[in-house]
């Protein structure tokens, strides 16, 4: 099994900088596969790793994930090919559709049908990646424009044909386009126990285009932690997953509760989400069930985290990303060694 980390977030604006740097390329030195960087409103994903690209050597350098709604797909195309660059092959490209809420009010893009929207994009950044000229008839791209002086272009970089596309994905006809066209999934809202609620949906899309599901990279995961006090660790989750669920979307589109609905958690989405959206964020908090927390993280005595590896594992997973947490960063650096070293001494025994 491999491991991932995050760096970015909604939120985050390069508070501590150089110190995430320094913890990449620790987790660079360690042997952890990719790290994904993420954008929504704060820093993008791109630059980061731009600069991630020249202090590390061996990890993955993804994009977890780039808003399709915020770029063309032809730039889309060219950035990807240019971080391939800069990182000798390392890059990953991740796509996502994110919300009404960002698509709309952040960039001024209509958010509906992002299912065909992102079919589309993909499509784009093919030809681009394949050295094809920049042609298209689609639902929501044109290319080149109708009625105008465009003509079709071919980007101008060396073609690469073998770029992974990774999709964040969730709802059930999107999970099985991500199965059909991609090479990798970035999952979230992920319940090893409950996991035919994605996996179903993926192994139809794999089917479509002839592959299995040992052809598509199943990324998911969550905090990392090893302590007896499991009571301490639940309740520090708690206001995250309260976001998740009451936060991370509209009160009438939130992909996230609607993915954590069907895994069986209907009353408890409902419930978190609809005292988040009326103002009670400590009672939606406090409505959280401990389960919730306990089977979406590795976190509690060692033996309960083990056995959530195996419970990840035997759910098809290929790829853990580890979320680590500490007073300060040497301390996240440090347990995020601990779970790399847990990770291989388990995977070692299967």
């Given at each position: ?64 994930i780039m808003q399709i ?39 001024g893009a209509a958010f ?239």
């Amino acid at each position: 099994m491999k491991t991932a980390i995050g760096i970015g977030s909604a939120y985050y604006n390069g508070e501590d900088w150089d110190q995430l740097v320094d913890y990449t390329v620790a987790a660079d030195r360690m042997g952890v596969d990719y790290v994904w960087s993420a954008e929504a409103w704060g820093m993008d994903a791109v630059v980061p790793l731009a600069y991630m690209a020249a202090r590390t050597k061996n990890i993955m350098l993804g994009t977890g994930i780039m808003q399709i709604s915020a770029r063309v797909p032809a730039m889309i195309a060219m950035t990807a090919q240019s971080l391939a660059t800069v990182s000798n092959n390392r890059f990953v490209l991740g796509l996502g559709v994110s919300g009404p809420q960002v698509v709309e009010g952040l960039h001024g893009a209509a958010f509906g049908h992002p299912l065909g929207r992102l079919r589309e994009c993909v499509d784009i950044i093919r030809l681009g990646l394949n050295s094809e000229r920049l042609q298209y008839q689609g639902k929501h791209y044109v290319l080149p424009r109708p009625g105008g002086e465009g003509k079709p272009i071919r980007l101008s970089q060396p073609p690469r044909p073998n770029l992974p596309i990774y999709l964040a994905t969730l709802g059930p006809k999107s999970l099985e386009m991500t199965g059909e066209v991609a090479n990798g999934w970035i999952g979230t809202s992920f319940i090893p126990e409950q996991a035919d609620v994605f996996m179903a949906h993926i192994q139809r899309g794999l089917a479509k285009s002839g592959r299995q599901m040992s052809d598509i990279d199943i990324q998911v995961g969550g905090s990392f932690e090893i302590s007896d006090d499991v009571e301490r660790l639940v309740e520090a989750r708690k206001p995250a997953m309260a976001f998740t669920l009451g936060g991370m979307g509209s009160a009438d589109t939130n992909f996230y509760n609607d993915a954590f609905r069907r895994a069986g958690y209907e009353d408890a989405a409902t419930e978190v989400q609809n005292l988040w959206v009326s103002g009670k964020k400590d009672e939606a908090i406090r409505a959280v069930p401990a389960e919730m927390v306990l089977k979406t993280n590795l976190i509690g005595t060692e033996a309960m985290v083990r056995e959530r590896l195996r419970a990840y594992r035997d759910a098809g997973v290929n790829t853990l990303r580890l979320s680590t947490s500490g007073k300060d960063w040497q301390a996240r650096t440090a347990s995020l060694e601990a779970a790399v070293d847990l990770v291989k001494r388990e995977a070692a025994a299967w």
